[in-house]
């Protein structure tokens, strides 16, 4: 009996990745901020398929908030860190308040939760995944501190891959590049096309495509795979 934690599992990669390890056994921790009518409909969609749902709420732009997380689950083979917030304007507009916003959920709360569950994760010798992002390996004009804490969490990976290779858990990451979620509701139906256009396969992601990957990276078919970035981009960027 697997357990898996997954946060953001509200948004449209969490949601998919949830389903997608419901459908090959896995129990499920799922992680929610302020979405709590949609998680409840992945917990009985899930729960359809023979598994257990669990659902934890926190707000993972305060750090101080992991700890509820970390405290609600007991048994933990894998975690799927998937919450995150956009940031679009240029850098000179940036406040220290949204800058404290991103760093925090891309970088300080991911790093306090793996911390906090890293036992439980070398007992049963597990597998994290990091959500990061395109812009994490190239960088973005008008995303600049989007683009800086997802470049961290690239290097946290590498780091933390290469100190827990030996006790068997492993660490990567998947870099999506544009994919039909709710986060892309800000841009017009043109801008969409436009960033289509760029894609060399014409088209942006489906968030069960970047579930796929994240599911590869966490089973025994990528057993001798850690430290990695899976760039998931249509070759937008290779």
């Not at 709420?57 to 048994?75: C, E, G, N």
């Not at 597990?126 to 690239?154: D, F, H, M, P, R």
């Not at 290469?162 to 800000?186: D, F, H, Q, W, Y």
Request: charged share 20%; proline share 3%.
């Amino acid at each position: 009996m697997k357990f898996a934690l997954i946060t953001g599992a509200s948004g449209g990669i969490g949601r998919s990745t949830a389903l997608a390890l419901a459908k090959k056994g896995w129990n499920l921790y799922l992680h929610y901020h302020s979405d709590r009518d949609s998680v409840e409909n992945l917990m009985a969609e899930i729960r359809s398929s023979g598994v257990e749902a669990i659902p934890i709420q926190a707000d993972l732009t305060k750090p101080h908030q992991v700890k509820k997380v970390v405290d609600s689950i007991f048994r933990i083979d894998a975690i799927v860190y998937s919450s995150g917030l956009a940031g679009w304007g240029l850098f000179q507009d940036q406040t220290e308040q949204e800058m404290d916003k991103l760093i925090n959920i891309h970088v300080k709360s991911p790093m306090l939760l793996i911390q906090g569950l890293l036992p439980k994760l070398l007992k049963n010798k597990g597998s994290i995944v990091i959500v990061s992002s395109i812009w994490g390996q190239i960088g973005g004009a008008c995303e600049v501190v989007y683009s800086t804490v997802k470049g961290a969490q690239l290097s946290f990976v590498k780091a933390l891959a290469k100190e827990t290779a030996l006790s068997g858990v492993r660490i990567n990451a998947v870099a999506p590049g544009a994919v039909a979620t709710n986060m892309m509701e800000s841009f017009s139906e043109e801008e969409i096309q436009q960033v289509s256009e760029e894609i060399p396969m014409g088209r942006l992601a489906l968030s069960k495509e970047v579930a796929s990957s994240i599911y590869f990276l966490l089973s025994e078919e990528s057993s001798y795979i850690t430290g990695q970035t899976l760039a998931v981009n249509g070759g937008w960027h290779t």
